[in-house]
């Protein structure tokens, strides 16, 4: 049984960093395309970055980019999303997905296994 775990989540002023940790098992992150997600109440469901597998590449949306990066640990089967400049617009849930493919872009109907979320609040 596949299960994702993010953690890593919290209260942090603006101008912080937070680094999102999704831990996975049932499967090997290596193996396919992770995306991370974020939702904020009221508004639709964002990709903001995803990782492609095994040496893939990254792609990071256009709404953070500069800000946040995407990296994986094969050691821990583990995916990180590092968020540094945090503005008050980045509160969301935060999500990882992983797609049963080698990329899974930015869109979220593609992915097929969900975490539970981590909640990011940027605010003074």
């Known amino acids: 049984q596949v299960q994702l775990v993010e953690s890593g989540g919290g209260l942090v002023q603006p101008g912080g960093s937070l680094r999102l940790s999704c831990a996975a098992s049932?499967?090997?992150?290596?193996?396919?395309?992770v995306g991370w997600f974020r939702q904020a109440p009221g508004k639709e469901r964002e990709g903001v970055a995803c990782?492609?597998?095994?040496?893939?590449?990254?792609y990071i949306a256009d709404s953070v980019k500069d800000r946040f990066t995407v990296s994986r640990d094969n050691a821990k089967n583990a995916v990180y999303l590092q968020m540094s400049s945090l503005k008050p617009e980045d509160t969301a849930n935060y999500y990882c997905?992983?797609?049963?493919?080698?990329?899974?872009?930015?869109?979220?109907?593609?992915?097929?296994?969900w975490g539970q979320g981590t909640q990011v609040t940027v605010s003074s």
């Open positions: 997905a992983v797609d049963d493919s080698s990329w899974g872009g930015l869109a979220s109907d593609v992915y097929e296994y």
């Open positions: 049932g499967l090997t992150l290596d193996d396919y395309g």
């Open positions: 990782l492609g597998a095994g040496d893939g590449d990254t």
